[in-house]
């Protein structure tokens, strides 16, 4: 990225993107997370219902508000990727291309 490579840009300003790429790593790794551990739950659930029949065990096994919650997240989550991307767009919009 050359906005971040070029002298002209102040190291504040390398600073803040810096962080907000750290934060943006620690987001997505809680909501990948999050994912993962409530796949992983809502299977055993579903699993331990079995007997039961599938589509008997996958309405008491699996847990709606908590996709509901997850579902929020992810959304809110793509929304704040997009603004970001869009803000930092506009940041670097002034600095040439690297060359290739």
Known sequence: MAYMGDDRTPAEEKGRVMLALVGHAFVYLLLISADAIWVIVSAVRVWRRRE????????????RPTLA?????????????RLFRARLHRRSSGYPAEPS
């Open 69 to 81: 919650v997850i579902l929020a997240a992810n959304l809110l989550y793509q929304v704040l990727v």
């Open 52 to 63: 039961a029949g599938l589509a008997s065990a996958a309405r008491s096994g699996v847990h």
